[in-house]
């Protein structure tokens, strides 16, 4: 006696297998990702102090981030950091992808040498840094001194300190978008640059007329993902805090690294959840202006 049940087709055997496939992301993004967000926006209308007490408070903690001097002055810090740090990192990481893209001799030694950096603890980037950048002893002032020039406090001083934050960031990073760009530019057929060259183009217009319009899918992935680095502080999080602590006078800190403060060192969940929920509001609009402004990296040549 049969059951009575008829059998998947083809195409439903696929469904299947494509959503059992995909259930373990979506079942881990739903867990560490979702669950969490949704938990971090109903602790911001509470009072938290971090040893179980929950006081329900309502606004308060957004109330209370506009009238916050040392908030204002961390969203200043990452909106000069991101001004800084996207655009140099983009055209830094473009360069070398254009300067290693066709095969010579030695050119697999000059790509292990931009990503070096890369593969090390940020952590580990950090300490280094800091040595070098010490004042007096530190070999970067050595080194300025025996040019005859006067060594800086790159650390200690306000007004280089975000600079020094910022150089150190493109270094580390570099190396992993020129990876990036270097696929991309190795997806675009030769037969484009040779249509280009017949026509009489030289290396400027075949890289404004061909390589920059097919390059700019590649090129809003980029932007996007540098734009979260800057502002979501994946990365810069660590440096800050093993170079500089977010001082001198707040001049590193960074809106990521004074919700870690307020939450981890000050136990305030409530409010640091707060702060979390306004970013990662403001991450989504400026992720939604830059794909309409983009149209998706297929901008109209």
Not at 95 to 104: E, F, G, I
Not at 182 to 208: T, V
Not at 235 to 264: E, H, N, W
Request: aromatic share 14%.
């Amino acid at each position: 006696m049969t059951s009575g049940r008829r059998p998947l087709s083809q195409r439903g055997r696929e469904t299947v297998a494509g959503y059992l496939f995909v259930a373990p992301s979506v079942i881990g993004m739903f867990v560490f990702l979702v669950l969490p967000m949704i938990a971090s926006l109903t602790i911001s209308f509470f009072r938290v102090s971090g040893f179980g007490d929950y006081e329900f408070i309502g606004l308060d903690n957004y109330r209370t981030l506009l009238s916050d001097p040392v908030f204002a002055s961390s969203l200043k810090t990452t909106g000069l950091f991101t001004l800084a740090f996207v655009p140099t990192l983009f055209t830094v990481s473009l360069c070398l992808a254009l300067l290693v893209k066709k095969q010579r001799r030695g050119i697999g030694l000059l790509r292990s040498l931009f990503f070096a950096p890369n593969v090390v603890s940020l952590v580990v980037v950090g300490l280094v840094w800091q040595f070098l950048l010490t004042d007096h002893v530190g070999a970067v002032n050595r080194s300025l001194e025996r040019m005859g020039l006067s060594g800086e406090s790159w650390l200690g001083n306000p007004r280089y300190a975000l600079f020094a934050v910022v150089v150190i960031s493109v270094w580390f990073f570099m190396g992993y978008y020129m990876i990036i760009f270097l696929n991309g530019l190795q997806d675009i057929p030769s037969a484009y640059y040779e249509a280009a060259r017949l026509d009489g183009a030289g290396r400027w217009r075949s890289f404004w007329n061909v390589t920059w319009p097919l390059l700019r899918p590649t090129s809003l992935f980029v932007l996007v993902m540098t734009t979260l680095t800057a502002i979501g502080a994946a990365g810069i999080f660590d440096l800050i805090y093993v170079m500089t602590k977010g001082g001198p006078d707040y001049s590193t800190q960074v809106v990521m690294f004074y919700i870690y403060q307020r939450a981890f060192q000050l136990n305030d969940f409530g409010y640091a959840a707060a702060m979390a929920a306004v970013v990662s509001f403001a991450l989504m609009i400026i992720m939604f202006v830059m794909l309409r402004i983009t149209k998706g990296g297929k901008v109209d040549a």
